[in-house]
């Protein structure tokens, strides 16, 4: 059974999402997920059975798992993102759902903030001009540091 020999995911801890490193960390957490057939897990795709069958299944990608396989993998698909958070508590994740919505509650805020960030940097960027006359260095160096 392959969920008897899982290891936890853990990234070093210099990569443990931290409020400050979303774009990296959303990028690891994708990666991950995806090479453990994990991914749809927290993508919403893969959803609680709500009716226990008799199937059995041998792979953790399985877009049909019994109820008791669906909750080994959504539990171990929520951890690779809560043991990987600095203080989940505080960077708004939700813990109390399914690895789909604890997932979300980080996407929803930190891809939000992203690009609000991506909006004021194009918007920062935009008002930098180049006088004629003046320093192109000096003007290279406040669009570098914009």
């Not at 997920?33 to 009716?51: A, E, F, K, N």
């Not at 798992?65 to 990987?84: G, K």
């Amino acid at each position: 059974d392959m969920a008897q020999n899982l290891s936890l995911f853990l990234l070093p801890s210099e990569e443990h999402f931290d409020g400050t490193n979303w774009l990296s960390f959303k990028m690891r957490m994708t990666e991950a997920t995806h090479r453990w057939g994990l991914h749809r897990y927290l993508t919403g795709l893969i959803t609680q059975p709500s009716t226990d069958s008799n199937l059995v299944t041998t792979w953790w990608g399985d877009p049909n798992p019994t109820q008791i396989e669906w909750e080994q993998c959504n539990m171990y698909a929520q951890s690779m993102i809560t043991l990987n958070v600095v203080n989940p508590i505080r960077a708004g994740i939700d813990l109390d759902g399914s690895a789909a919505s604890t997932w979300k509650s980080l996407t929803d805020l930190h891809d939000t903030m992203t690009d609000l960030g991506l909006l004021h940097a194009q918007e920062e960027l935009s008002s930098i001009k180049y006088s004629e006359g003046s320093s192109i260095k000096v003007h290279f160096t406040a669009m570098r540091t914009a």
